[in-house]
């Protein structure tokens, strides 16, 4: 996920290792731990790769030089493959995958846009079905087992609904264009 993440913001603006932490902190702190013992190899290794290039050497404020990275076009296919593969994860993991997806979905094209929604939302109706499976056998020890329980009920559900939403207003923009072309 940080070099989804990594790739997705040097796409948008050339960034040194510092600003680039700062921005993952700031965007993608809710779905990644980031430290500079990450970031730094990471951009090594995408710099080894093809996918990011130095663009600029800048002095740094302690007389040390600091590299300030861009994307390559090479990093922007993987930035796209990554956006669109689909590993086999944990819930967890890969509820904060599609929000880091989400971060960018301005810069994919409206088809992509659906299709990584409507994996999600098939994601979620999978999880609801095995949670209303399991609450069958599920009987609560306490209060609080069953307070969690509901909490997280709740935000599935209201993460199915804030994703049709979501898809049901793309299509309605896909309608939009396909009506526009049509009257040309």
């Not at 810069?107 to 098939?122: F, H, I, V």
């Amino acid at each position: 996920m940080l070099e989804l993440s990594a790739l997705g913001l040097l796409q948008r603006e050339p960034l040194h290792g510092y600003r680039l932490k700062q921005r993952l902190e700031l965007f993608m702190g809710s779905c990644i731990s980031v430290n500079y013992g990450a970031i730094y190899p990471l951009l090594k290794r995408l710099e080894e790769r093809g996918y990011i290039q130095v663009i600029l050497e800048e002095a740094g404020d302690a007389g040390s030089s600091r590299k300030v990275y861009g994307i390559t076009a090479a990093g922007r296919e993987r930035w796209l493959y990554k956006m669109l593969e689909q590993p086999q994860e944990s819930w967890v993991k890969s509820r904060s995958r599609f929000l880091i997806k989400y971060f960018f979905f301005s810069d994919l094209n409206l088809q992509n846009r659906l299709l990584l929604l409507e994996y999600r939302l098939t994601a979620c109706q999978q999880r609801m079905a095995y949670l209303r499976e399991k609450e069958v056998e599920y009987v609560p020890i306490d209060s609080y087992q069953s307070d969690i329980w509901k909490r997280a009920k709740f935000l599935l559900e209201s993460e199915v609904k804030w994703l049709s939403k979501t898809y049901d207003n793309l299509q309605q923009e896909i309608e939009g264009v396909d009506s526009l072309s049509e009257d040309r």
